[in-house]
């Protein structure tokens, strides 16, 4: 099998083959960037009509009309009873650990009172409507939809509107039915650039929304980036990551495993491994070699280790969590006898699994937190989706008499001091009180 790379810290060139490594292009293609300026030009100019026409330029069906693209919410109802039990009870185990999690990061209103009758605080508000973009090319992700639209409605938003291809015009069960338990309100069946410009500009037919959230391919990524500023945005995320750091109390098997789960996404995903023991990064890939025969995807695993992939041996824990911090992924598992006394030296990464029974795959479905993660090393600076993204807060300011003078007093000094004679003059006629 095509297998990762195999590094040292000890090596001379370990770091500039770990600047190899890391190194990801992520500057937009400027042919994509070209056509998604046009697409988006044509939605905001031509409205209905050209969610149609590019519809069925890049989906392969043919809508009579405009309101062809809504999705009736009946669907939603009537793919929820056709999909099965078994599916429909993990779709609303998934969604019901997803809101317990959620739950937890209300961000709360609070005021402060001053003795003088001063008042500040700050009021917390949910988005009044929120686009959610769910991918739908080669792939279905219910998955995605619960993360993102859980987590939307527990923030308080009135209006979740969903957009989604339907290449053939065929429409996924398993994505209506998470729609239907996570409380979507409306869904069209319209993607690709075109869907995020009818949810940034309005449309006749598909409603103008405060933010975009959702993954989705170069062109919806190039979309997202040319509306921001417009809309707000979630991100703009890159490949698939995962780190492992494992100790030899690890299972080689389950890491390999691990491994191939984020491998298995892309040809550009990518899947590390840090360990300070040689053998067990020898039995990992020995692991890797008895188990690529029987993944279906093992093309797209074995080119996404060829390109990006790597085993490296670290001296020890200690330097593994401070690389592990300087690579900042976007998921990253702790398979070692003791993940606690790791926690405390780790600072950037997107989400962090600890022991060895805690998959990262479990995260991607149904442990609670959001699947929605920093990538391509900006966990440095960011943090994983949550009620937060979907509320915002204003600040409070009451002032009273005595703070009018006492306040204008330092306003009208720092006013002058920047060549402002209006905002001086504000503070000091409120000072001075009615004439």
């Not at 019901?96 to 709360?108: F, N, S, T, V």
Request: charged share 25%; with cysteine.
């Amino acid at each position: 099998m095509a297998e990762p790379r195999r590094l040292s810290t000890r090596d001379p060139d370990f770091e500039s083959r770990l600047a190899g490594l890391l190194a990801f292009e992520g500057a937009q293609d400027e042919g994509v960037d070209r056509a998604v300026a046009a697409i988006l030009a044509d939605v905001q100019r031509r409205g209905d009509e050209a969610l149609v026409e590019h519809t069925r330029r890049f989906d392969n069906w043919s809508p009579a009309g405009a309101a062809d693209l809504e999705v009736p919410a009946a669907a939603c109802r009537a793919a929820l009873a056709r999909i099965g039990a078994a599916d429909r009870e993990a779709l609303e185990t998934a969604a019901a650990r997803i809101r317990a999690y959620h739950e937890h990061q209300h961000l709360k209103s609070w005021r402060i009172e001053e003795p003088d009758g001063t008042m500040l605080g700050q009021q917390v508000t949910p988005l009044d409507r929120v686009g959610l973009y769910v991918p739908g090319g080669k792939a279905a992700y219910p998955s995605s939809v619960l993360m993102n639209a859980v987590a939307a409605k527990v923030a308080g938003v009135p209006e979740l509107v969903m957009v989604v291809p339907t290449p053939a015009g065929v429409l996924n069960d398993h994505v209506l039915a998470a729609a239907g338990i996570a409380g979507v309100d409306r869904v069209f069946r319209v993607g690709g650039a075109q869907a995020v410009g009818a949810l940034a500009f309005g449309t006749a037919t598909v409603p103008a929304v405060d933010k975009i959230v959702g993954p989705g391919n170069a062109y919806v990524a190039a979309a997202k980036r040319r509306v921001f500023g417009r809309v707000g945005i979630d991100m703009v995320a890159g490949p698939s990551e995962i780190l492992v750091v494992a100790d030899a109390s690890a299972n080689p098997d389950w890491v390999a495993m691990d491994l191939f789960s984020q491998a298995e996404h892309d040809e550009i995903a990518q899947s590390i491994l840090l360990t300070a023991d040689e053998g067990f990064a020898g039995r990992v890939l020995e692991a890797m070699r008895r188990a690529i025969g029987g993944m279906p995807r093992r093309r797209i695993i074995e080119a996404s280790l060829a390109n990006r992939g790597a085993i490296i041996l670290v001296r020890d824990l200690d330097e593994a969590c401070e690389l592990a911090n300087r690579i900042a992924p976007e998921h990253m598992e702790l398979a070692v006898d003791d993940p606690e006394a790791l926690l405390p030296k780790l600072r950037h990464a997107g989400a962090i699994f600890m022991g060895h029974h805690a998959s990262e795959s479990l995260g991607d479905y149904c442990a609670g937190p959001n699947h929605v993660l920093p990538t391509s090393r900006t966990a440095r600076f960011s943090s994983p989706l949550g009620v937060y993204d979907f509320q915002k807060r204003s600040s409070l300011i009451r002032v009273s008499r005595q703070a009018a003078i006492r306040l204008g007093a330092t306003a009208t000094t720092l006013a002058r001091a920047e060549g402002l004679e209006a905002h001086a003059r504000s503070a000091e006629l409120r000072a001075e009180g009615p004439k």
